[in-house]
């Protein structure tokens, strides 16, 4: 069993940077593929970012790619997401999230294990 807790959102401008963390406690997130999802109020959660195991390969929604980095700390059992060029679209619950193995998903229901969410808000 994983325990994930998101921490580091908050209010912030257009323009922007943010840089979310997820500590994980129970295993070592060294065998798992992470990801980042967000959820706006009235929409569906989605896909933001991902990352296999050894933090060598990435993947990024169109929507946060350029601005958004993903990147894992395995000795500290943490993940981050580094959020640049924030825009008010970009205002939803930020969720990490953890799956067994080293393959990265981009859906929802390819993860077990998930934070409590951290919200981000960007203000125009």
């Known amino acids: 069993q994983v325990q994930l807790v998101e921490s580091g959102g908050g209010l912030v401008q257009t323009g922007g940077s943010l840089r979310l963390s997820c500590a994980a406690s129970g295993r070592t997130l060294s065998s798992y593929a992470m990801g980042w999802f967000r959820q706006a109020p009235g929409k569906e959660r989605e896909f933001v970012a991902a990352v296999n195991w050894s933090g060598r390969r990435t993947y990024y929604a169109d929507s946060t790619k350029g601005r958004f980095t993903i990147s894992r700390d395995n000795a500290k059992n943490t993940v981050y997401l580094q959020m640049s060029s924030l825009k008010p679209e970009d205002t939803a619950v930020y969720y990490c999230?953890?799956?067994?193995?080293?393959?990265?998903?981009?859906?929802?229901?390819?993860?077990?294990?998930w934070g409590q969410g951290t919200q981000v808000t960007v203000s125009s």
């Open positions: 999230a953890a799956k067994q193995g080293d393959y990265y998903d981009t859906l929802v229901r390819g993860y077990a294990y």
